[in-house]
């Protein structure tokens, strides 16, 4: 129980530190989305860890119904994420999301490999900055405090502090 209260309240302080319309910590708690779906991903997870794949199946489902974001339950999502109006966000299964990482609304994690027992989905590095839209498919890697622009497609892996945009991606700033 002490895991997951360090874990919201991470969630909780990113919400405040990272958005300028959030105040507190309890309108963070009430009214951000983000901080909703993840605190319900921290428990769906945990049961898919234990084999209870129903149970986290039927959070993961509810959560998507309740906030418009879809976690699958056996995503591994580090520490203190912040999503920004998160309607439309999707993250896949087998996708790596580490600590304070920034997703905005309409990302879109996925996969292009059908095979059940592969890696399909994108590792966002910690720090990394996904912009509105954007869409990162497949195996690859978002480096470290990386950013991806906005309305962006993503289809090979972007190094550590780099800013990356455009349809397919390019890099503009290393």
């Known amino acids: 129980m ?5 874990y919201i309240d991470g969630l909780l302080t990113s919400a405040v530190e990272k958005d300028p319309a959030t105040t507190s910590k309890l309108e963070a708690y009430l009214f951000t989305p983000g901080v909703q779906a993840l605190a319900n991903h921290y428990r769906a997870h945990r049961l898919f860890k234990k084999g209870k794949t129903f ?15 879809e976690i ?18 999707v993250i896949g299964g087998t996708a790596i999301v ?13 996969g292009i490999d059908l095979s059940p ?18 869409t990162i498919l497949g195996d690859i890697t978002i480096g470290k405090n990386s950013k991806v622009g906005a309305n962006s497609l993503v289809l090979k892996d972007v190094p550590d502090n780099t800013t990356a945009v455009g349809s397919p991606v390019r890099i503009i700033k290393h």
């Open 2 to 6: 002490r895991q997951y209260i360090k």
């Open 117 to 134: 027992d592969s890696k399909r989905h994108p590792t966002v590095k910690k720090g990394a900055m996904l912009g509105a839209g954007s």
């Open 72 to 89: 699958h339950p056996a995503a591994v999502i580090g520490e203190r994420v912040f999503i920004d109006h998160g309607m439309g966000i």
């Open 55 to 69: 149970r986290a199946l039927m959070i993961a489902k509810k959560s998507r119904r309740k906030t418009g974001i």
């Open 98 to 110: 580490e600590d304070d990482v920034t997703i905005y609304h309409g990302v879109t994690l996925g």
